[in-house]
């Protein structure tokens, strides 16, 4: 049975839904989990220009400090009830590693918990978020020249997200290491990507890292696998790699996203608190 979901999202996420902090937890506890975590899009680093057309990505930076203080609130009041780490999910994005060094040693001490995600890849020196539409995943494959030359760069940005000096608050938590993976059904790959991954797994095995065992490509309808799948997430299991259940919910009925496809329940880890 899954005891901590460590990947939700809340109010402040702009692409979001306005479910309050106290409805997560409600359903937390309905659900019988003993702890949650808070992973907000963290604000993206200075300099970097979204390039979504809504620019709603990830909260603003004027947005932390209320996040942080309305998380504290939140948590003092379930401390009898359901464990609600504050969290956020970062964004890795290739070339903004210092600003997000600066980032991390500003806002790590006031955090419990955190995820490492890629959700940006540059081609050709322009940025585009994988996994902002079918749109945006054909102009990277037009750019690149194929559904499996975007995986590739994809996974390439996964390794280099490992393999970065963030600092001492770097987060150990990689996020949704297939997200490419998300328009699969109308964009498929012609290879598996076998050796791409398992190098990715062995680099998160290397570092002590762990692994979101993420829910949220379940309900999405051109993908319909979790992230990583079971496969992978076995394999991952095999090396060691503590696999943390995250719904990756953005609104409160996300919550149980993929947890009837998870491979294995019984292994599922909690985050480790800093």
Do not use: W
Request: hydrophobic share 30%; glycine share 8%.
């Amino acid at each position: 049975m899954i005891k901590h979901d460590g990947h939700i999202h809340s109010p402040y996420c702009p692409h979001g839904t306005a479910d309050n902090f106290a409805d997560y937890c409600e359903q937390a506890i309905s659900d019988g989990l003993s702890g949650i975590t808070f992973t907000e899009h963290a604000p993206l680093p200075e300099g970097f220009t979204d390039p979504t057309p809504e620019q709603d990505s990830a909260m603003s930076y004027g947005q932390l400090t209320s996040y942080i203080e309305d998380l504290q609130a939140v948590k003092s009041f379930y401390k009898n009830k359901l464990s609600v780490l504050i969290g956020l999910e970062v964004d890795f994005i290739e070339g903004f590693e210092k600003e997000t060094t600066t980032f991390l040693n500003e806002v790590g001490p006031k955090l419990d918990d955190s995820i490492l995600s890629c959700h940006f890849i540059n081609i050709n020196n322009e940025y585009y978020c994988i996994d902002y539409s079918p749109d945006v995943f054909l102009t990277c494959q037009t750019l690149l020249g194929s559904t499996d030359a975007v995986y590739k760069h994809y996974y390439e940005t996964v390794k280099k997200s490992v393999k970065s000096d963030l600092g001492s608050y770097k987060p150990t938590r990689i996020g949704h290491i297939t997200l490419c993976q998300k328009f699969k059904k109308k964009y498929p790959a012609t290879e598996l990507h076998s050796q791409d991954i398992t190098s990715i797994l062995q680099l998160i095995n290397d570092h002590n890292y762990s692994l979101d065992y993420n829910g949220a490509g379940t309900l999405k309808p051109l993908c319909g696998v979790t992230y990583p799948p079971g496969d992978i997430a076995s394999l991952a299991h095999q090396l060691g790699i503590p696999l943390i259940y995250g719904s990756d919910a953005h609104q409160v009925k996300g919550m149980a996203a993929g947890v009837d496809t998870l491979f294995d329940t019984d292994i599922l880890s909690a985050p480790v608190l800093r």
